[in-house]
């Protein structure tokens, strides 16, 4: 099934969302929300979207500064893009959810949980990054961060869309380079004023995430959610100490290893999927 582009206009951005299936019988178990990480798009959840969108009623938003989306050059607290998330939640009439956050957008998750519990059925978190807070001297650092993660690596400035192209296929989310990570690829670039070439994903915006993602906790008292942490074997979360808040503070807990590294939704989407189907299928089953 395929997706319909539709936007939100809300009263600071416009939020740019994908749907699939809005005609499956309304069901607050049959709603779920998928959420990309830094630098991505909505469309990142293609195939796992297509996979459950004869069973769900899916949404998955650009976020703000992301893709289609409006992209202040302020306005990324979690507090304000968590209120892009439940704006779009009423403008569902979505009372609930299956929630999935990958990367920063699992830290959002575990923010949101923490704050407003009644707005998820389940959480998937999807190599989350930075779940905690980082001292304040980890700022000092953050240069030499941004020219290492390969989610920022598009940017630009490139001279060319052919030289932005020969970029991403050296990247880790593009590993394989399907017909999908081409379309991802395309859709996220633009030429620029000057004539250059890069991501639609700004450097304003990139700033005030990290700001927040540092200094946020996102894990500071139990939850209980039915939560599935999804952990690839070459994601960010390897270590059994990054596991630890996690098994401390979320007290209905499943960690799942799968193949990939930190995009395994498209590196080994088969695994990915079935993983994330596996687990939605248990919350129908606890419930009957």
Known sequence: ????????????????YLEWNSAVKASSDTNILLLHGLADQALVWKKLAEELSDRYHIIAPDMRGHGESSKPDRGYTFTEVIEDLEALMEHLNWSKAHILGHS??????????????????????????FIMNFPS????????????LDCLKLIGPFTS???AENQAKELAQFSGWSDLQQELFQAGMEQK???SWGSKFRIPTRNEIFEQVLEVPGLTQAIDIPTLLIQPEKGVNRQDWQLQPYKKYLTHLEIQ??????????????????????????????KL
């Open 1 to 16: 099934m395929t997706f319909v582009r539709k936007t939100l206009s809300l009263s600071k951005v416009n939020l740019s």
């Open 104 to 129: 920063w957008t699992g830290k959002v998750a575990a923010i949101w949980a923490k704050q407003n519990p009644q707005k998820f059925n389940s959480m998937i978190l999807v190599d989350p990054i």
């Open 137 to 148: 001297l980890f700022k000092f650092m953050l240069p030499l961060l941004y020219r290492q």
């Open 161 to 163: 869309f052919e030289q």
């Open 193 to 195: 004023p000057d004539g």
């Open 257 to 286: 290893k799968i193949p990939g590294n930190h995009w395994s939704f498209l590196v080994e989407p088969d695994s990915f999927n079935q993983t994330v189907q596996a687990f939605l299928n248990a919350q129908i089953q606890v």
